[in-house]
């Protein structure tokens, strides 16, 4: 039975683990012209589905070089507006559902003695919540990419590869930096 409770534990806790790592936080942050988060949010590097690879994170048609470079009209910019609140109004509560279900899950922990099933039915309802909000974020990206016309598609998926090459290589030349020099050689 000991042996039983310890692997269920370390199965749990492996579980949490992988859904903590994957969470919907922003990972950076940053404002944008009219103080709207333009930071890496929900999805971001494509969030192993692929299909926010074309996508700038956050309200990326309020930064001025994307604006400019997609030749974006008010009328897009207002359905991007209205898709984004519609959407993200829904993803937090669907955010806060997958929280409530991390705490219920850790609460039983807490207690003396638990029950196999109890917490695997937990961990499978923690699962579904967290598909059910990743499934509304790539509907959010689904309907803004409507919006836009081919060309502006291709336009965005474009720039969002030359900045994603500028990051890695500003990331690669950081590491270089911090990376000890060796002593020289004698």
């Given at each position: 039975?000991?042996?039983?409770?310890?692997?269920?534990?370390?199965?749990?806790?492996?579980?949490?683990?992988?859904?903590?790592?994957?969470?919907?936080?922003?990972?950076?942050?940053?404002?944008?012209?009219?103080?709207?988060?333009?930071?890496?949010?929900?999805?971001?590097?494509?969030?192993?589905?692929?299909?926010?690879?074309?996508?700038?994170?956050?309200?990326?048609?309020?930064?001025?070089?994307?604006?400019?470079?997609?030749?974006?009209?008010?009328?897009?910019?207002?359905?991007?507006?209205?898709?984004?609140?519609?959407?993200?109004?829904?993803?937090?509560?669907?955010?806060a559902d997958l929280?409530?279900?991390?705490?219920?899950?850790?609460?039983?922990?807490?207690?003396?003695?638990?029950?196999?099933?109890?917490?695997?039915?937990?961990?499978?309802?923690?699962?579904?919540?967290?598909?059910?909000?990743?499934?509304?974020?790539?509907?959010?990206?689904?309907?803004m990419k409507k919006v836009?016309?081919?060309?502006?598609?291709?336009?965005?998926?474009?720039?969002?590869?030359?900045?994603?090459?500028?990051?890695?290589?500003?990331?690669?030349?950081?590491?270089?930096?911090?990376?000890?020099?060796?002593?020289?050689?004698?």
């Amino acid at each position: 039975m000991f042996k039983k409770s310890l692997l269920l534990i370390f199965v749990l806790a492996f579980a949490i683990t992988v859904i903590a790592a994957d969470d919907t936080r922003p990972r950076m942050h940053r404002q944008g012209p009219e103080g709207e988060h333009i930071g890496m949010g929900p999805g971001h590097g494509g969030g192993g589905f692929g299909f926010d690879s074309w996508l700038f994170p956050g309200k990326w048609w309020k930064i001025p070089k994307v604006k400019e470079e997609l030749a974006l009209t008010d009328n897009q910019i207002a359905k991007l507006d209205d898709l984004f609140l519609q959407h993200k109004t829904e993803m937090i509560d669907l955010k806060a559902d997958l929280e409530k279900k991390q705490l219920e899950l850790s609460n039983l922990f807490d207690k003396d003695t638990v029950d196999d099933a109890v917490i695997l039915q937990k961990v499978d309802d923690l699962i579904t919540a967290k598909g059910i909000l990743q499934k509304s974020y790539i509907k959010m990206l689904l309907a803004m990419k409507k919006v836009l016309v081919p060309d502006q598609v291709q336009k965005l998926k474009d720039l969002r590869t030359k900045v994603h090459s500028e990051m890695e290589m500003r990331h690669r030349q950081f590491r270089r930096q911090e990376s000890p020099q060796e002593p020289p050689s004698k």
